[in-house]
């Protein structure tokens, strides 16, 4: 793979007609997702994908060759620049893995620490790499960036100082929703003193809720109170009391905490959430039947043979996933407001409607759709459509799948309805407008794509309703 994706660059290479691919740190990532070090390059990278030296490769030709992988953008722009990086800057090591003696995936993890620094450095790396690589010896993830490090220290001790300066310039908090709808995995890059500060206000904040009758592990004590920064107003309320709050004393638990707990179980403290935050929940009748009952999943009519089979109604939430009734009736308990949305469905042959006819409303002759329209095409594609994209369908573009001709210039009426309309993140809608990339909504729901090799591919929407 890594010496196609070479080959590849050298058949599509850049010239004037066609300009040089490039990283592009304002593009949208997948809802949840922490930028990887390739996705979150230096202002000196911005020219070029890989380190100094190595080529270039024509924009809108990595698209084809994602689509190709069934990979998203980033995921085959990341394989062509580790490829050029080990073949043009670490020479010893691409050797190697063409020679079956060095693992592919190895040898990606050095080109993506290296691919910032100069040509010296790179050289320095991939000699003493290939030494230890070549015993079988090659070090951890951590004694990599640590050899990097020593090796931009040695060389250039002005970029090993720009480096410190540019790793705080990449501090940020990241939030990923796709293991659990119940939980949210944070991940975080501070700096180091605000790290080690931010430890020990958690340990003192998790021993005042411990005092407070929250008997919960220390980790869990200590995410509850990572999850009390996001109120400040409510912390500022709970440490006023001090850790000598009676528990057992209503007048020493602040209003806005409350204790929750099950049968035969101590309380646990919880803080009610006063942030504005939009979710899209899904549930359908038969998930709130199955709820009292009465339906589907229940003993009542249309349920199992077993009266007592467990039942778990469940819903859905956008950009996160199932959830079942039990946890949305506590989140819905820590809100503060909520708003209903009128239900809108496609019917078998993929177009639009409700339970009580269309619905997106009749084809209209101005660009941008209305907000009916839109959200039925958000809730039909869920994602952008093109082959390997996984862009939320709410941060995305909504395209004319036959492109649309203003009625002034000779257009047609009724260009913009949901069966014209297809959601494409950005990128994906530059490619589809400047490039010869056509594509047609199948009768199944399916999208396909006809690049201009010739080539075609297809892409499934993800359906929010």
Not at 141 to 168: K, N, S
């Amino acid at each position: 793979m890594l010496a196609l994706a070479v080959h590849f660059v050298d058949l599509h290479p850049v010239t004037p007609q066609h300009p040089a691919a490039t990283w592009d740190p304002d593009e949208k990532l997948p809802v949840g997702c922490k930028p990887k070090p390739t996705t979150n390059r230096s202002p000196e990278l911005s020219d070029r994908i890989a380190g100094e030296g190595t080529p270039g490769v024509a924009e809108f030709a990595v698209e084809e060759l994602g689509a190709a992988l069934g990979v998203s953008y980033r995921s085959a722009l990341t394989l062509v620049a580790d490829a050029l990086e080990l073949c043009h800057r670490l020479p010893r090591l691409w050797g190697l893995v063409q020679a079956g003696r060095l693992q592919a995936w190895k040898a990606r993890q050095v080109a993506q620490l290296t691919i910032e620094v100069s040509p010296v450095v790179a050289s320095f790396v991939d000699r003493h790499l290939a030494f230890h690589a070549g015993k079988n010896r090659v070090p951890t993830l951590g004694r990599l960036r640590a050899l990097v490090h020593e090796a931009l220290m040695q060389h250039d001790p002005e970029a090993a100082t720009a480096r410190e300066e540019t790793a705080l310039g990449k501090r940020g908090v990241w939030f990923d929703h796709r293991d659990s709808t119940a939980t949210t995995a944070m991940t975080a890059t501070l700096d180091t003193l605000d790290a080690l500060d931010l430890d020990n206000t958690l340990a003192d904040l998790a021993d005042q809720l411990r005092a407070l009758g929250d008997d919960s592990p220390l980790d869990v004590r200590r995410a509850h109170a990572l999850g009390a920064l996001a109120h400040p107003q409510h912390l500022l309320d709970l440490t006023g009391h001090g850790i000598d709050a009676d528990p057992a004393d209503d007048a020493g638990t602040p209003e806005h905490v409350e204790a929750e707990s099950a049968a035969g179980e101590r309380p646990v403290l919880r803080l009610r959430n006063r942030t504005t935050t939009h979710l899209y929940v899904h549930v359908s009748l038969a998930d709130l039947l199955t709820g009292t009952g009465t339906g589907p999943g229940t003993g009542g009519p249309g349920g199992p043979a077993d009266p007592g089979a467990p039942v778990t109604p469940t819903g859905r939430v956008e950009r996160l996933g199932p959830a079942t009734l039990h946890l949305l009736r506590d989140w819905l308990t820590r809100a503060d407001s909520i708003q209903l949305r009128p239900v809108l469905h496609a019917r078998d042959d993929g177009t639009p409607g409700t339970g009580g006819g269309s619905g997106d409303g009749p084809a209209v002759d101005q660009h941008d759709p209305p907000d009916r329209m839109r959200e039925t095409a958000i809730l039909r594609d869920g994602h952008c459509v093109f082959p390997g994209c996984s862009i939320d369908a709410r941060g995305c573009d909504q395209d004319h799948i036959v492109a649309y001709v203003p009625v002034d210039e000779g257009g047609p009426p009724g260009q913009t309805s949901v069966q014209n309309l297809a959601c494409l993140c950005r990128r994906h809608h530059r490619l589809k407008t400047f490039t010869a990339w056509r594509y047609h909504r199948l009768r199944d729901g399916d999208y396909e794509w006809t690049s201009p090799t010739g080539h075609r591919y297809l892409a499934s929407p993800t359906p929010q309703h």
